[in-house]
């Protein structure tokens, strides 16, 4: 009787964790971020975004980036995922870093109230720039790529269009590291409302230089990502796993919208306090990431039991 009610409530633990369960539930959060942005992004002239707006903003990214994280790391450690281990491993490394890397930006913006030109952040952001640039290769080199001439052309396009407009909004280059200029803001008293440390105001400085030639590496490996994720669009189009990798770069495609949108708007905007409209896109990031990992687990788990099935109708 006790083992029939273990049973049961084992059923039902795992039809709430489900796939189609799991989907939704990522789908609702993306849907509750959008409207969080839409509702409360908008601010009164003359005045910054408050506190709670910022940790919501936050909040929206790292629940998503966390969830996505775990998800891909289980799909590398399983041994039934088809596309391979290495690949989900990476993916999963990946969105852990930009989750690290959020919160030391945070730290930094929201409790010290700084704007950093480079945070403790950035090593993450750029370990989550690496990692995800060598899973998403690693899933290409798993494919035979037999594109055809026209496919070709739509990845020339998309990376022609990707390369113009991050060259748009980078100009003009900056390539140097301008320690000038860091002394001299060395001289500058920084007020807020929380002071922060002496170690922290030193290390923003020593961090500053690095500013434009960091800038000039997100861009190029933002414009990297876009032309892997056309490749992997193409690449698995109409296979059994095409829905999971639709997913993958989609979530490359918001990423680097949501990039193209802070740096545009960091290096344009006066003052610019994070949390606009478009950084949604970096919730939607991960959202899609965990889709991905959640279509690809379903579908390779589900191959092998049928796989399993017909050896032991067979025999």
């Known amino acids: 009787m006790s083992s029939t ?9 795992t039809s709430w964790f489900s796939t189609p369960n799991l989907v939704l539930l990522s789908v609702m959060w993306g849907v509750l971020a959008l ?5 409360f992004s908008v601010t009164i002239p003359g005045e910054g975004r408050p506190f709670w707006y910022g940790i919501g903003t936050l909040l929206s990214e790292q629940v998503a980036f966390a969830f996505a994280g775990a998800l891909c790391l289980r799909n590398g450690l399983s041994s039934k995922i088809a596309s391979g281990r290495n690949v989900w491993l990476g993916l999963g490394f990946g969105m852990i870093s930009f ?3 959020n919160l030391f930006f945070s730290w930094w913006e929201l409790y010290w109230e700084l704007d950093p ?7 993450f952001y750029v370990a989550s720039y690496l990692c995800l640039t060598v899973g998403m290769i690693l899933a290409v080199r798993s494919r035979r790529l037999n594109l055809e001439l026209w496919q070709w052309g739509v990845i ?19 390539f140097s590291l301008d320690t000038s200029n860091a002394l001299a803001d ?11 440390p002496d170690w922290v105001i030193t290390l923003e400085k020593q961090l500053d230089p690095f500013g434009p030639p960091l800038n000039l590496i997100y861009v190029f490996l933002d414009v990297l990502l876009l032309i892997i994720a056309a490749v992997l669009l193409l690449a698995f189009w109409g296979g059994r796993f095409s829905q999971s990798w639709r997913m993958i770069a989609a979530a490359a495609f918001s990423q680097y919208i949501a990039d193209m949108w ?6 344009n905007i006066p003052n610019y306090e994070s949390g606009d ?3 949604v896109f970096f919730t939607f990031t991960g959202v899609f990431f965990a889709i991905g990992a959640l279509l690809e687990y379903d579908v390779s788990t589900r191959s092998v039991s049928r796989s399993r099935r017909r050896r032991g109708s067979s025999s």
Request: proline share 5%; no cysteine; aromatic share 14%.
């Open 5 to 13: 009610s273990e049973k049961n409530n084992k059923d039902g633990l």
């Open 35 to 39: 409207l969080f942005f839409l509702l």
């Open 99 to 101: 989750f690290i890397g």
């Open 117 to 123: 030109a480079v945070s403790p952040g950035d090593l």
């Open 156 to 174: 020339l396009a998309i990376a022609t269009a990707g390369i113009a407009f991050a060259a748009w909004v980078s100009y003009p280059f900056e």
């Open 186 to 196: 060395g001289a500058m008293t920084i007020e807020t409302a929380r002071p922060a």
């Open 262 to 267: 802070f740096k545009y708007a960091d290096k």
């Open 277 to 279: 409209l478009l950084e």
